[in-house]
């Protein structure tokens, strides 16, 4: 049995004669933060309709701690809590209220576990208001303890940050890092916004077409032979003559860096070549690429609406 959380098996979406979703496959370990990412129209939402049984699978299957959501859907489900977008709320009744209210759907949720959640999500002095006076990032919070009553193995979120200002954003990044650390939840997190995503995120998968085209650890440098590097160095007319002579480099001045492409084992070279001809070198650094770029990189710049 595998020791993912979470484990999509050549999932597969046909509408019609359309394929919709051609074949995924990668799996989620519980405490992980994983991103889900592409252009409008890919397939983003239609999986995770899949993998909560919200919609039919046409072929392969979705495996939640063992069980297939297609042949043992009532286990499978068992272990997924999940917010999509603005969760609905009953705004005349409190937070715990709320809170109460659908943990009596829930076999199994004590009064207890009710506390746990609240603290666990940064509501303890808000709860008993009436949620009709949440801010949307308090509305936010109040959908994910309410996701998370039933101890899920796994917490699907679709856009958690929308509509929130950059304050309610960095508020929810930072409870969404702490479940996954203290409640050892695989979380999936469905965004348009990159910056949150790269922050927020252990891996990423990105899709396009309904096909998944890269899955990589945030932040893991690129495999390029070559690469943007920026120095400060003086004097930079000296520097960048060196370059181009010694080093047949073609370099430019960049915020006040000297800028230019060279493979990693070229800059020793290149720092010794420079100080030999007594240039003054405060800093060598390599550009490092957002997520973003390299989103657009993979996906093409035209494709998001």
């Known amino acids: 049995m595998s020791s993912a959380a979470m484990e999509l098996v050549n999932l597969k979406k046909k509408i019609g004669k359309k394929e919709i979703i051609k074949g ?39 495996i939640i701690q063992g069980n297939s959501i297609k042949s043992n859907f009532k286990h499978a489900v068992r272990e997924v809590g999940a917010i999509v977008e603005n969760p609905e709320m009953y705004p005349f009744l409190t937070g715990w209220q709320n809170l109460k209210h659908y943990a009596r759907m829930m076999p199994g949720v004590t009064t207890e576990r009710i506390h746990e959640v609240v603290k666990l999500i940064g509501l ?17 919070r109040l959908g994910i303890a309410q996701a998370l009553l039933h101890n899920p193995s796994v917490l699907i979120l679709d856009e958690p940050t929308n509509g929130l200002d950059p304050a309610g954003i960095r508020e929810i990044r930072d409870h969404i890092r702490k479940l996954a650390k203290e409640e050892n939840v695989a979380i999936i997190i469905s965004s348009h916004l990159l910056s949150e995503i ?22 893991e440098e690129t495999k390029e032979e070559e690469v943007i590097h920026h120095a400060e160095v003086i004097p ?22 000297l800028s230019f492409r060279c493979k990693k084992e070229q800059v020793p070279e290149i720092i010794k070549k420079l100080v030999e001809n007594e240039c003054q070198i405060y800093q060598v650094n390599v550009a490092k690429g957002t997520l973003e770029d390299q989103f657009f ?9």
């Open 24 to 62: 995924l496959s990668f799996s989620i370990p519980k405490g992980e933060v994983f991103g889900f990412i592409g252009p409008n129209g890919a397939g983003k939402t239609t999986t995770i309709r899949m993998m909560v049984g919200l919609m039919s699978i046409t072929e392969g299957d979705v």
């Open 124 to 140: 303890e002095k808000a709860i008993n208001e009436k949620v009709g006076r949440y801010s949307l990032g308090m509305r936010q």
């Open 198 to 219: 790269e922050q927020m995120c252990d891996r990423i998968g990105v899709i396009k077409n309904g096909e998944i085209i890269k899955i990589q650890n945030v932040g």
């Open 236 to 257: 930079m007319d000296k520097a960048m003559k060196i370059l181009n002579e010694d080093f047949q480099l073609e370099s430019v001045e960049l915020d006040g860096n």
């Open 297 to 305: 990189e993979l996906i093409g710049e035209n494709t998001i609406e």
